[in-house]
């Protein structure tokens, strides 16, 4: 073995550099980057050195691609379809799955559902390193979970873990959580950097080398990222995040990245005491179920994978006593609210120079897509005016820089999802309109430039 080397990396994003740096080069963050020991050995990914790139096999020679047999995965279901949903369809063989999310947000929770209904059919192995077997065990018995063929270790070496997974051959592996476990061949401490990042690291060698599914539970940090180590989401097949408000008792799973699917696919689930249940039709659980409309209020379609959501979005708007008013977002991206803003006075001869913007999406849900837009505005506009926008009206549309309303895809679908919930008004861009102006009941107002749509606003 040669001198161990070290590296630095980004806790933000996880580039890496050979010399420590005040600012990461690649996201910007400073003061971010830690100090990581790479072993020798670590040093070549294994995919490479199995492939013969350090010389010891055959040399790799360069193939036709349409002469190469794509590989089919297989997948198991989960047990449970939203999670198969957000997984692309269930848990590829071999995959490595990291679970993030605020400590008690049900990630242990979650996992053990799903890892006590694969067990009967896949020898299973749920390690612990937070609690004890005897929790872990009452926490089974208190959500009536089949134990069969699930079997338990509270060990946090990964050294020992993988002894005794190399000797008892489980199938699928849940690690909860990967900050609790460490490598004997690091100095470091315990849920250092370099411990949680090597530690995976051998988990997900493992995984490739063995064909053994893993689950790694990660706690985010408040700064967003699972322990500060945004490392770990480059060497896992897929990150899934398990968000939720903490006065709602619904959850939801996200594919942040996802090898063997699509990434912005949702899970939506239930808490109770029995346990995490699936909410297969989630369609209007992010409305704030007031009867009578509120000002600062509009409801949007938007679609997340492949479902359309009724999600209602909130605005306040107060004059500021700041020189430099506040524009907050939660659940939607800050610079896009900015932008909306910009777009609402240039366009829309609204003027909020003066004023704070809150703005939040209900449920605890984060809407990436820009048919959030429309809406936003015209929530915005509503709290402003202290007007409610008119009972069961929905929006959606995008919002472009110039003052008009693009078109978003699967228009139709979106109607249909609002006429089914018994909205009766929808204010959308021109071309996702039907010709007829209405739509199974449903009276549809097509608008091109934002001017047109803030006139149906109040
Ligand atoms: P837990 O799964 O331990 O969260 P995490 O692993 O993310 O830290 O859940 C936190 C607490 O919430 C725990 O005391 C169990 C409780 N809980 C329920 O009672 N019902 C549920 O459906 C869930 C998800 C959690
Ligand atoms: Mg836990």
Not at 186 to 198: D, F, I, M, N, W
Not at 345 to 352: E, L, M, N
Request: proline share 5%; glycine share 12%; with cysteine.
């Amino acid at each position: 073995m040669g001198k161990a080397k070290t590296a630095y990396v980004c806790g933000e994003c996880g580039a890496e550099y050979s010399k420590w740096q005040g600012q990461c080069g690649e996201c910007g963050a400073w003061n971010a980057l830690s100090q990581v020991v790479l072993e020798p050995a670590a040093a070549a990914p294994a995919a490479a050195r199995r492939s013969g790139w350090a010389g010891k096999l055959d040399a790799p020679k360069i193939t036709a691609l349409k002469d190469v047999r794509s590989s089919e995965e297989v997948r198991v279901s989960t047990g449970i379809g939203e999670l198969d949903r957000v997984l692309g369809g269930g848990l590829v063989e071999g995959a490595v799955v990291l679970v993030g999310g605020d400590p008690g947000i049900g990630k242990s929770t979650l996992l053990l559902q799903a890892v006590a209904r694969m067990a009967a059919t896949l020898p299973s192995l749920y390690v612990t390193g937070e609690e004890s077997l005897a929790q872990v065990a009452g926490r089974a018995a208190r959500l009536d979970l089949p134990l069969d063929g699930l079997q338990a270790l509270a060990e946090t070496g990964v050294e020992a873990i993988l002894q005794h997974a190399a000797a008892a051959r489980p199938r699928l592996i849940v690690a909860d959580s990967v900050q609790t476990l460490w490598t004997e061949s690091l100095t470091a401490a315990p849920g250092s950097v370099s411990q949680v990042r090597e530690s995976a690291a051998r988990l997900v060698r493992y995984a490739k080398e063995t064909g053994t599914a893993v689950f790694l539970v990660g706690h985010v940090t408040k700064e967003g990222g699972i322990a500060g180590p945004r490392v770990l989401e480059h060497m896992v097949d897929a990150v899934l995040y398990f968000e939720g408000e903490s006065g709602s008792r619904f959850r939801v799973l996200r594919a942040f990245k996802n090898r063997f699917g699509a990434v912005n696919e949702l899970g939506v689930f239930a808490m109770g005491d029995k346990g995490l249940k699936e909410v297969p039709n989630p369609s209007a659980i992010f409305l704030s179920g007031g009867s009578t409309p509120q000002p600062g209020s509009c409801v949007m379609v938007t679609r997340e994978g492949t479902r359309p959501l009724l999600v209602e979005v909130q605005a306040l708007v107060d004059s500021s006593p700041l020189s430099n008013p506040r524009r907050v977002a939660v659940g939607l991206e800050q610079n896009r609210l900015a932008m909306l803003l910009a777009v609402l006075h240039r366009h829309g001869g609204i003027v909020v120079g003066d004023q704070d913007v809150f703005v939040n999406v209900v449920g605890g849900i984060r809407v990436q897509e820009t048919a959030a837009d429309l809406p936003v505005l015209l929530a915005v506009l509503s709290s402003l005016q202290d007007r409610p926008l008119p009972e069961k009206t929905v929006a959606f549309g995008e919002v472009g820089l110039s003052g008009e309303i693009r078109p978003v895809p699967n228009g139709e679908e979106r109607l249909r999802e609002a006429a089914t919930h018994g909205f009766r008004r929808a204010v959308v861009p021109k071309a996702n309109a039907p010709k007829s102006g209405s739509f199974k009941g449903l009276e549809v107002i097509a608008v091109e430039r934002l001017s047109q749509a803030l006139e149906h606003a109040g």
